[in-house]
């Protein structure tokens, strides 16, 4: 069976500090990778997506690919109180198939 | 641009009731379609997908059914309801106006309690 892990948290981060948030998946082949916001009782919100090695910034955000370690992550730089939230990944393994995360909980202290 | 809009917003049943949610996308055609819940704490699962009219892939077997009448509307339904289909329901679209085929998107949700 596919599987997305991320460690549940929380994770607590002081304002201002870098947040990392990790995530593994266990089919090889995918070829997709991305990164969700989702507040509390609210719909997920894309941030990002990383589709080859290596990393890829916007703004304050950078996501981290590594296909033969099956491995990506998220940093978010300067972090605010703002981004407390729950941090999706989510794989594609193909098609139509998306394959989420159940999120780590990020908790900025101001 | 694209948006996609769900309703209700929020909902409470009773067991063995009838359920249907309804989700439209505006701003671009022949999208790809998905319904997904999400339980308290927990990750999304997928419920189905259509990738066009009237076509349907359903994922996991269970209480609920999708339909897929017109190009952008997307509905949920089931004939009894279960309390296990309590949960936040997410509807999702994804397609070439998004930039990258699969990068989905979803809507406000609706957040389902039956009792």
């Known amino acids: 069976q596919k599987e997305v892990e991320q460690n549940s948290g929380p994770l607590s981060v002081p304002e201002g500090a870098i947040a990392s948030l990790n995530c593994t998946y266990s089919d090889r082949g995918s070829q997709s990778f991305f990164w969700y916001r989702q507040y509390s009782g609210k719909s997920p919100e894309l941030i990002m997506f990383i589709y080859s090695n290596g990393d890829k910034e916007d703004g304050r955000f950078t996501a981290q690919l590594n296909k033969a370690s099956q491995y990506v992550s998220l940093l978010i730089r300067d972090s605010q109180p703002s981004d407390s939230a729950t941090y999706l990944c989510a794989v594609n393994t193909g098609g139509f198939k998306t394959i989420f995360g159940a999120g780590t909980r990020l908790f900025v202290k101001a | 641009s694209q948006t996609i809009h769900q309703w209700p917003a929020t909902l409470v049943q009773p067991v063995g009731s009838p359920l249907s949610l309804e989700c439209t996308v505006e701003?671009?055609?022949?999208?790809?379609l998905y319904w997904y819940r999400q339980a308290a704490g927990r990750g999304l699962q997928l419920l189905f997908y259509s990738v066009g009219i009237g076509q349907i892939s359903s994922e996991v077997p269970q209480n609920l059914s999708a339909s897929r009448p017109q190009d952008r509307q997307f509905i949920l339904s089931s004939k009894k309801l279960l309390l296990s289909d309590s949960g936040f329901y997410l509807c999702a679209w994804s397609g070439l106006a998004g930039g990258q085929l699969e990068t989905q998107y979803f809507g406000p949700g609706t957040r389902l309690l039956v009792l």
């Open positions: 701003g671009t055609s022949n999208p790809n």
